[in-house]
């Protein structure tokens, strides 16, 4: 749900790069912390490479979690990466963190540079992730950890659910895929890393829900998070001609219905941890 910007190995970021999708991002990483980062910390002095950190979003957080860590933050986006450094620098002043602009296929760092590696939505937009975890192996010392974090927008199922609904998250599964992404990577996590030589892969599912009994977790996902992630495509959406406004329009508050007092939300993201053998 955040990531790089489009090169020959990247995909369009579906997202797009606007101000609210950066909003977006934040309202999401707040909202998600505990489910995401609680059991990620890293001990002090620990070289950190988080790739593809986007707005800054889920940096901030590891950063809170981590103390005294060297944390070296790379985007391909140059503006995302300015708003990262705006963030951490209201957020975390006392910081220690390198920015990096370039390509996490290109890495200008040696080999095992790094103790540990993170990345948060990033796969789900490469066209060939296993290149990516393959370039990103090259620069994480031997006995390093890998921290991944996907999405899979297969695993969204709520109540009440309608066809116009359920087709206008398809679109955006479409869009993704018709990019080069895989808004379903989050099922594929374990043999990705299996594949590309690290050890020790553990999977573990995080499961939001969110229902009439809480509300700002209806407020702070279902709505802020995954409905306005699906209404960003609308354009897109249109302009490749797999819905028309109303049809579109329809499944978008339709699927706003479900953050309602008498509705329910599902989604499921995927985290991994694994070794540099």
């Known amino acids: ?38 059991d990620t910390a890293y001990p002090a002095g620990s070289r ?49 963190v390198v920015w990096h602009h370039g390509d ?25 992730p296993a290149a990516g975890l393959a370039a990103l192996r090259r620069v994480l010392r031997p006995g390093g950890t890998i921290t ?12 009440p659910e309608t066809p116009a609904a359920r087709r206008t998250v398809d679109h955006l599964v479409r869009l993704q895929a018709d990019g080069g992404g895989d808004g379903l990577l989050g099922r594929r996590l374990h043999p ?6 690290f050890t020790g892969v553990a999977v573990r599912p995080r499961t939001v829900y969110a229902d009439g ?27 490749a001609g797999l819905t028309t406004p109303e049809d579109f329009d329809r499944g978008i508050a339709d699927l706003r219905r479900t953050a309602g007092p008498d509705g329910t939300f599902h989604y499921t993201f995927f985290k991994a941890v694994a070794v540099n053998p």
């Open 1 to 38: 749900m955040t990531t790089e910007t489009a090169r020959p190995e990247h995909t369009t970021y579906v997202h797009g790069y606007s101000d609210s999708e950066a909003r977006r991002l934040g309202d999401q990483a707040d909202t998600l912390v505990g489910l995401l980062h609680a």
């Open 213 to 239: 009994g809480r509300p700002a977790l209806a407020e702070g996902f279902t709505l802020r998070t995954f409905v306005a992630m699906v209404e960003a495509v609308r354009a897109e959406a249109l302009a």
């Open 192 to 197: 990705l890393l299996t594949a590309a030589g």
């Open 148 to 159: 991944v974090i996907e999405g899979d927008h297969g695993s969204a199922f709520f109540h």
């Open 48 to 96: 950190v490479l988080e790739a593809g950190c986007g707005v800054g979003a889920q940096t901030v957080h590891l950063l809170a979690a981590s103390p005294g860590v060297l944390l070296t933050a790379t985007d391909l986006s140059a503006d995302s990466l300015a708003q990262a450094r705006a963030r951490v620098a209201a957020q975390a002043p006392a910081a220690d």
């Open 104 to 128: 996490l296929h290109r890495l200008p760092f040696p080999d095992g540079a790094f103790d540990h590696v993170f990345l948060c939505f990033v796969l789900e937009h490469l066209p060939d």
